[in-house]
Structure formats: C-alpha cells, structure tokens
DNA sequence: AAAATCACCTGTCCGC
DNA sequence: TGCGGACAGGTGATTT
C-alpha cells in the first residue's frame, strides 16, 4: 500500500490524532523492525515526550518529538497506523504507543519490510541517503535533468534517488496517463512527453491524496483499480496487459501506451 | 550502466 | 483437504 499518497495520509492522520498527547509508554513488539536504534533507547527517548508534528518527504513519515529525536516511520509494503482507545484484535502490531489519554498509537507492519529509526532531521536522512526530490516539490526544470539516460521511464520513477515518492502502482497510473510505455527509453522521449508525465505526477498524487489512496474511490478514466489482465482499458476497451519491469508487474495498456 | 536475481518477511490465492 | 508455487503497493546487495 503505502507510497507518497498512502503515506501523506498516514501524516494527516497521525497529525489529527497523536499530536500533543504525552507518551506513556511504547511497547517494541517486534525490534527486527527497528533501525540503528535499540528498543531500550526508543523507549527511553520517547516516553514522556510529545509528538509535535509531522512531515512525510518521499515514502517515509518524519514525526518531530519533544526530546532529541525524529522519529521516522517508513512503511514497507503492508505498513498502516491505527490510533485507538480499544482496539484488541489488530493483527501485526510491531510498535505500541501509549499516550497518558488513554489513546494508544500502533505501528502495524504485516511483511516486517517496514522500518523505524530515530533521525536528527528530515534533511540529514534525505542526504544521508541520497533522496532524490520529494515528488509533490520537484520542479519542472529539476525533472528534465532527472529523465535522462537509457534506463526505462518506469524504472526511473520508481527510483527513490531519482525522484522519492512513487512505487510500482503510482509509476503505473503516471504513465497510462501519461500514454507512455513502461519501458520507454528516458533519452528517447520527447520533451512534451516529458512535461505530460511531469503534470500527471502531482495530477495523479493530488487525486489519490483527495482519494484517501483508496483505489476503489477512483474515477472511472484511472488504471490502478484495473490492475488485471482481465479487466479493459478504460480508455479504448482494450485488453491490459502485464509485464515486468525492474522486476515489478507493471500493467498497461500496449494500445494506449507505446513505445 | 541498466536490468535481472535474490533476499528479507508474512499471508493469500490458485491449481493439481 | 492439502501442498507447492506464484504473487503482493518496498528496498538493498549481488550478479549478469
């Protein structure tokens, strides 16, 4: 689930409803999940403290604290939130945080691909890491020097040192969109293509964000609830096809979407 | 240099 | 009903 959009509303979300309360404990259920951080020191630096506010760059969500730390939050491929007061039936919890109302905040992780980790700033992980710019702020010029080389268009958008924030399914509906094919040579498209597949990024997360990320709430004219070979394109009625891609299923449709 | 492969994990679905 | 394999919205290391 969760790239930019799933997790700019994780952001909204954590921002309504965890902010300011005071922490009172947190409970590391599973530490494979953590970081370069240690369950005692997690705890240690967060109990008593607050979470101030929260800022999401790429795929992973930034929640500023009181003490020393950012605590990040990245999310995997099966990673949520759920804040509640009770709740005892959420399967793969992997943190819990209690705060003093009473209210508990769960990190739930399902595959443990997700990873928690305290930062000093949202700025140092990003250089720390290479980050390329956050999808939602990259400008026009900025993505011109991005698309380059004979790597294929979807791969590019995929990768997080290039541009952060799209994943397999949002690179997808980018480029039907966009009427391009996945594997299209970067250096081979033309400019024009290049500024339509620049607008359809912040067209296709704004949409998804106004969507909650929820595919089933998508208009008609989108690909991500049609990712079936089975289903048509909803453009002209074609069949989709799937491929592979950077060694992800990439759906598309080869009369829409050319070379 | 880019793409394929594998590895990390858990769960579900599909075919035999 | 059971079992094996493929696959799932991520990412990093290693190999072609």
């Not at 599973?30 to 929260?54: D, M, Y």
């Not at 992997?94 to 705060?99: C, D």
Request: charged content about 30%; overall charge positive.
């Amino acid at each position: 689930m969760p790239e930019l959009p799933d997790v700019e509303v994780f952001r909204r979300y954590l921002s309504s409803t965890a902010l300011h309360q005071q922490i009172d404990s947190v409970n590391v259920v599973e530490s494979s999940i953590l970081k370069g951080v240690s369950t005692s020191k997690l705890k240690k630096s967060l109990e008593g403290e607050r979470f101030l506010s929260a800022e999401r760059y790429g795929k992973n969500l930034f929640v500023e604290t009181s003490g020393r730390y950012w605590l990040r939050l990245h999310f995997g491929m099966t990673g949520f939130l759920e804040y509640f007061k009770k709740h005892n039936d959420i399967r793969h919890v992997r943190v819990l945080i209690s705060f003093k109302n009473g209210y508990k905040l769960a990190y739930v992780c399902q595959r443990l691909l997700g990873q928690v980790s305290f930062e000093k700033s949202v700025d140092d992980f990003v250089s720390a890491n290479g980050l390329g710019p956050d999808a939602m702020q990259v400008k026009l010029k900025d993505f011109r020097n991005i698309v380059d080389g004979r790597s294929a268009i979807k791969s590019l958008l995929m990768d997080q040192k290039k541009i952060a924030g799209l994943g397999n399914i949002y690179a997808d509906e980018v480029l039907f969109q966009s009427k391009v094919h996945p594997k299209a040579a970067c250096s081979r498209l033309g400019d024009d293509k290049v500024k339509e597949i620049y607008k359809n990024i912040s067209k296709v997360i704004n949409y998804a964000i106004k969507k909650k990320a929820d595919p089933s709430k998508f208009g008609k004219n989108y690909l991500l609830p049609r990712r079936s070979t089975s289903d048509k394109c909803p453009n002209c009625g074609g069949a989709i096809k799937k491929i592979k891609v950077s060694g992800r299923s990439s759906y598309y449709c080869p009369a829409c979407q050319k070379k």
